[in-house]
């Protein structure tokens, strides 16, 4: 509207200006018709330029929750429980409402490892639900169970960058746990595509937990945005094999590093073993040299007062 009445001052303002007062009711109303449907067609093209394009309205977390459900009866999911619904819109500034959802087949399990069924992890966008999201890439044909997920450990939103930018999906699931307690823990990153609305995996790893072995996606520091995995080697001396992995220009992670650490395992050091590799890793990427003081961790074991290096690891006591 502002634009269409400054539109009919300057075309005015014009005309009086080129001496052309002595128009004729007839031929101004004309003019002002023609300067109406132009003024119409400015307002129309310029407008969404100044005030942004009108967001799609906004679905009820119920209704896309309900609508995850409906999906996964079709898959003879019975007694659905939601175990996480996080709306992914405002962080990731979608085009289109996208949710996280996890469901959990709270029917009888297939298998005598647990006591409820596995869990679902979909991607919604609007109220159309993707939950095919396949977080083992070889799945057992003995003990599928192993390769399916029943727990959620983590699904969170993280950040790369340390003002809050380029955020990511951070995924990490636990299949069924075995008799002494071990499973297979799958962790994945999604990253957002605007131009084509939709969300992509870049990151996808796969351990074991018994054996203090990790995926840990850093939040903070000079490697913000990396992942550190460690796994134990197979062979003497048993110490863990370091790996660590950042987004390319296309987004997909890839390795940067990958050596055979000094940390012995159950060696009684009572950091992770991405902390007491920490200063290694920093000074094979060129951001720390002996003598620097010591990366503290981001959380200390309890009763850690004190840092040091000892063997070319990291130490506390």
């Known amino acids: 509207m502002r634009l269409a009445i400054l539109g009919r001052w300057l075309v005015i303002g014009s005309l009086q200006r080129h001496g052309l007062k002595s128009l004729n009711m007839n031929q101004l109303a004309c003019r002002f018709n023609a300067l109406s449907l132009c003024c119409a067609f400015l307002t129309a093209v310029v407008a969404p330029h100044f005030l942004g394009a009108e967001k799609p309205k906004a679905i009820p977390g119920e209704e896309v929750d309900r609508s995850v459900i409906a999906a996964l009866s079709h898959q003879g999911v019975t007694k659905s429980k ?3 619904h996080i709306d992914l819109t405002e962080p990731f500034g979608t085009v289109t409402q996208w949710t996280f959802v996890v469901i959990q087949d709270g029917g009888q399990p297939s298998t005598e490892l647990e006591d409820h069924g596995p869990i679902f992890l ?13 977080f083992y ?6 003990m599928p169970e192993i390769d399916t997920p029943y727990h959620l450990s983590a699904g ?3 950040y790369a960058n340390q003002n809050t930018s380029n955020p990511l999906l951070f995924v990490k699931v636990c299949g069924a746990q075995g008799p002494n307690g071990n499973c297979g823990i799958a962790t994945a990153l999604y990253r957002y595509d605007k131009g084509t609305d939709r969300f992509i995996r870049v990151f996808l790893n796969r351990t074991g937990r018994n054996n203090n072995q990790d995926t840990r996606f850093v939040e903070s520091g000079p490697l913000q945005g990396d992942v550190i995995v460690d796994n134990p080697t197979e062979n003497a001396p048993y110490t863990y094999w370091i790996e660590v992995y950042r987004a390319g220009d296309s987004g997909q992670y890839g390795q940067i590093l990958r050596y055979r650490g000094h940390t012995g395992y159950s060696d009684g050091n009572p950091l992770a073993v991405a902390d007491s590799e ?15 003081p010591l990366p503290a961790p981001a959380h ?10 000892r063997h070319g690891e990291e130490w506390c006591k």
């Open 137 to 142: 890439q070889q799945v057992s044909s003995d």
């Open 156 to 158: 969170n939103v993280v």
């Open 122 to 134: 979909c991607l919604v966008k609007a109220a159309s639900p993707d939950c095919a999201l396949h």
């Open 82 to 84: 939601v175990v996480s």
């Open 278 to 292: 920490m200063p290694e890793i920093l000074h094979r990427l060129g951001l720390w040299q002996p003598g620097d």
């Open 300 to 309: 200390l074991p309890r009763g850690c007062r004190h840092l040091f290096m």
